[in-house]
């Protein structure tokens, strides 16, 4: 047989190869068979299932046989085993009839076995409790029921069902959780809470006497080659980032409180409120029967936030539903049977329409000419607050955000513009956003409790609408750990606001503010601090707080911040270009370049795509790893976070000098702005860029200090 260089050769070595493998497992196979041969407390089950999961303690796990359950008297745990994928309580079966799922059920032979898993899963809580002393998060807490001489792979809520074959090949696959002086750590935990009957422990590098093939059954369920490639896939896979596992003291008090009511928790930039909250999707999950509503407002976060949460719990990943706000409330809408019509290009020139005919020439262009304000103003104060008559509208209405005073006779016009842009849109027979907000909020009033949500989890709350929350307060009501509002009112980037307290919503005692960052080096942070330094601000429960807050850091010191003016557009784009080049393309997947505005963002596009840079928008991201720059607006980069962060022209005006605008609105204007730039500027991990061009200091006012 020829053993060349040829195609032939390299097949006869791979052959070679995997025959080598093969005999290393089974020789593994062997010598984990003869160490639990003698387990008398086991069945022939649990010894067969015991011996494939040895193999694993060859590769970094550690076994736990034949546990005692905590505060019981004579009631053992299988096994508990943990590894690189985390801990896995087990409970191993060896049935006569065969396992079936069917309408949520486990059942064997005709017999309902529900039971079964209600005891595993109060077990698996026992474990969670007790790794929560080393930090670890319930998602790295995984039940599995292994069924003893079976084939077999599915789920049962939160329960994967395995079979004797699938169960080492499936373990072997899951991604790196663990590093292994964690899993040492981990393991001696729960070695310690988990007292044994008898020394069953199987460690790492335990040794046993050589075993014959006849120790082996012929017909023993063990699949070499899923176990070979399980193997070659796991390690393919890049470990996930460490705050999928490990959580703060103070986020995992968070995601495990039982909350009485409707929760709030709330932040500066980079403290993890988004962590906590997916986190608290999962815990959530596997501990209700009803579905999990995670609603944010951009609509490109569901897509990313989606992706996570399957990499942190795949177990309960079916049972949370990612939506962007209007996208769920359309949806919602339909099922109910209610017609919409929304057309967004309709409604604006329904606008457009009523601003010529009731914006122009009136006292509102003595306050800005320019018709964005005013329609912001009917978007996010009006309707956004529900407000139906001038009644509701005229003063003493507080209009949260908008620092303009507007006299009676400017609020007269622009009631008028309002009704206005109404007949507009009646004609056209179009809804807006904001209608299908309202339309959906009245149909879940009007049927109270009609909902398949046990909880509802909002994301960067503060860009939600008072319609918009109390729309999600509607489905759960003040049901115990029914809402759970997360954000930060210094990271606003829309106008308007509203108060919780004025949407009904009482979260009193059950709030939370998380102070330590995990995000930002120390010089990124306090260049994005001094932007928004002087700007007070009222977070949505009514507490005026400062610009400049407190925050302990946790990722040090370093991080690198550059600042870099050009006198020419063409010269600041090639300095963007080197910046990019330098960084090479090893760190791109880790990059973003964020730009004010969608314009902008298509500009920056096509300047990468010139110079063979690839690029992904933050539309067409959804959270799995990419070869190319990130690309996309300050609006959409929120609930994000890169290692490397480009802000090209970040300190244009937000106003031209001299063009009629009020100096209130321009003030209003300008706030927006330096909040705008600052969730841009903390979405940078380690370095920053900022890019400038025209006079020295870039143009108009200087926003970053």
């Known amino acids: 047989m020829s053993t060349g260089t040829g195609a032939g050769g390299s097949a006869w070595k791979r052959a070679q190869e995997a025959r080598r493998h093969e ?207 399980a193997a070659v896939e796991a390690a393919r896979s890049a470990p996930i980032e460490q705050w999928m596992t490990f959580l703060h003291p103070d986020q995992l008090a968070l995601v495990r409180r039982d909350w009485s009511g409707p929760a709030r928790v709330s932040g500066p930039a980079g403290t993890g409120k988004t962590v906590v ?79 010529q005919s009731h914006g122009r020439r009136t006292v509102l262009e003595t306050l800005d000419p320019a018709p964005g304000y005013w329609q912001e103003e009917i978007d996010y104060v009006i309707k956004g607050r529900g407000i139906t008559s001038f009644e509701q509208y005229a003063p003493p209405l507080r209009r949260e955000r908008r620092r303009t005073t507007l006299r009676r006779t400017h609020r007269e016009a622009v009631w008028a513009l309002y009704q206005e842009y109404e007949r507009n849109r009646v004609a056209k027979g179009v809804h807006d956003f904001n209608d299908i907000l309202s339309l959906a909020l009245d149909e879940a009033l009007a049927h109270p409790g009609a909902t398949p949500y046990a909880s509802v989890v909002v994301d960067e709350v503060q860009d939600l609408t008072f319609v918009g929350v109390r729309l999600l307060h509607a489905l759960v009501g003040d049901a115990a750990n029914g809402l759970l509002l997360v954000g930060d009112g210094q990271q606003a980037v829309y106008p308007g606001g509203f108060r919780l307290s004025d949407a009904g919503i009482d979260v009193r005692g059950r709030g939370q503010v998380l102070r330590r960052n995990y995000r930002n080096a120390k010089e990124i942070l306090d260049a994005a601090l001094a932007v928004v330094a002087d700007d007070s601000f009222d977070d949505i429960d009514g507490t005026p707080t400062a610009g400049r807050r407190d925050v302990d850091l946790t990722y040090g010191d370093g991080g690198r911040v550059t600042r870099v003016t050009a006198p020419t557009r063409a010269e600041h784009d090639e300095a963007l270009l080197a910046a990019l080049r330098a960084l090479g393309p090893g760190a791109w997947p880790d990059s973003a370049v964020l730009c004010r505005t969608g314009a902008e963002r298509e500009r920056y596009r096509r300047l990468l795509t010139r110079a063979g840079i690839p690029a992904i928008t933050l539309e067409q991201y959804d959270g799995h790893p990419v070869p190319g720059v990130k690309l996309g607006s300050y609006h959409r980069a929120k609930g994000l976070e890169f290692k490397h962060v480009h802000l090209p022209d970040h300190d244009a005006p937000a106003t031209a000098p001299g063009d009629g605008t009020d100096d209130g609105v321009a003030r209003e204007r300008r706030e927006l702005h330096r909040s705008q730039l600052f969730v841009a500027m903390t979405r940078a991990r380690d370095t920053l860029w900022l890019g400038s061009f025209g006079r020295p200091h870039g143009r108009g006012e200087r926003l970053t200090g």
């Open 23 to 229: 005999r290393e497992l089974r020789e593994q196979l062997r010598a984990a068979q003869w160490e639990v041969r003698n387990w008398e407390a086991a069945s022939e089950g649990e010894r067969k299932v015991a011996a494939k999961l040895h193999i694993l303690t060859r590769r970094g796990w550690r076994l736990l046989l034949d546990r005692r359950w905590p505060g019981t008297r004579a009631a053992n745990v299988d096994m508990l085993l943990v590894g690189p994928g985390g801990v896995f309580v087990i409970d191993v079966k060896n049935w006569r009839h065969a396992p079936e799922t069917a309408d949520g059920h486990l059942t064997a032979g005709g017999r309902v076995c529900d039971r079964e898993i209600g005891k595993l899963l109060k077990v698996t809580r026992l474990a969670e409790n007790a790794v929560s002393a080393r930090n670890l998060s319930p998602v790295a807490v995984q039940p599995l029921m292994v069924f003893a001489g079976r084939s077999l792979d599915t789920a049962l809520g939160a329960v994967r069902l395995l079979g004797e074959r699938e169960v080492t090949p499936a373990l072997m696959a899951e991604r790196t959780r663990l590093r292994p002086f964690e899993v040492k750590a981990v393991a001696d935990h729960l070695e310690s809470a988990f007292p044994a009957y008898e020394d069953t422990s199987a460690r790492t590098g335990t040794t046993a006497p050589p075993a014959t093939a006849a120790s082996v059954p012929d017909d023993a369920l063990f699949d070499v080659e899923g176990i070979r490639n």
């Open 277 to 355: 909250a997916l986190h608290r999707a999962a815990y959530l999950a596997r501990r209700t029967s009803g579905r999990i509503l995670y609603v944010t407002f951009a609509n490109n976060l569901p897509r990313v936030q989606g992706t996570f949460l399957k990499a942190m719990a795949p177990a309960v990943a079916d049972r949370v539903d990612f939506h962007s706000l209007h996208a769920w409330a359309g949806r919602f809408l339909r099922d109910r049977g209610v017609t919409t019509r929304l057309d967004h290009a309709k409604a604006v020139d329904a606008f457009s329409r009523a601003w």
